[in-house]
C-alpha cells in the first residue's frame, strides 16, 4: 500500500506523518507529538497544512479492506479444505460399508448352500435379517457415495463462481 509524500511536504513533515500513521487507529496528535519532539500545536498545525486526517482516513479504509478481504480469502480456503476432507471421508465411508454390504451378502450366500447341502431348512427369519442388512449396507454406501458427489458437485460449483469473479 503506497504512502507518498505531498509535493513541497518537508521531509520531518512526512517523517512525522508516517510515525503518527504507524501507531494505527488510536492515533493522537499529542502522543505523535511526543514521539516526534515537537510540541503538539506544531504538529496540529502539520497535520491541518498536510491533510493528514484525509491522507489517513484513506489509508486506514485501504487497510481495513485489504484485511477483511484476507481474511475471507483465508476463511474460504479453510473451508474448502473442510468440504474436501469431509469428500474424501465420504467416499471412504462408501468404500467400506460397500465391502460391508458385499461380505454380509456372501455370508448369506454360504449359509444358504450350507443348509442346502445339508439338508436343512434356514429360518425365514434369519435369512430375511440377513438380506435386509445386507440392503442397508448397500443403501448406506450409495447414500454415503452419492453425499461425496454432492461435496464435488459443490465444488465445482464454487470454483465455477470464483473463475466466473476472476474474468
Not at 73 to 86: G, K, M, V
Not at 99 to 121: C, D, I, K, P, Y
Not at 145 to 152: C, S, Y
Amino acid at each position: 500500500m503506497e504512502f507518498h509524500r505531498l509535493k513541497d511536504e518537508p521531509s520531518a513533515d512526512f517523517a512525522a506523518l508516517l510515525i503518527h500513521r504507524d501507531t494505527g487507529p488510536g492515533r493522537t496528535l499529542s502522543a505523535t507529538a511526543l514521539q516526534v519532539g515537537r510540541s503538539e500545536s506544531t504538529v496540529r498545525r502539520v497535520a491541518n497544512r498536510w491533510r493528514w486526517a484525509d491522507r489517513l482516513q484513506a489509508f486506514d479504509s485501504a487497510v481495513l479492506t485489504q484485511v477483511a478481504a484476507t481474511g475471507a480469502h483465508t476463511a474460504e480456503i479453510r473451508h474448502r479444505q473442510q468440504l474436501l476432507a469431509y469428500r474424501d471421508d465420504q467416499h471412504r465411508r462408501a468404500k467400506q460399508l460397500a465391502t460391508a454390504a458385499e461380505q454380509l451378502m456372501q455370508l448369506v450366500v454360504e449359509s444358504v448352500q450350507a443348509h442346502l447341502e445339508a439338508g436343512t431348512l434356514l429360518q425365514p427369519g434369519q435369512l430375511g435379517a440377513a438380506l435386509g442388512a445386507a440392503a442397508r449396507a448397500l443403501e448406506a454406501s450409495g447414500s454415503t457415495a452419492a453425499a461425496a458427489l454432492g461435496v464435488d458437485e459443490l465444488m465445482e460449483q464454487l470454483l465455477g463462481d470464483a473463475e466466473a469473479k476472476k474474468a
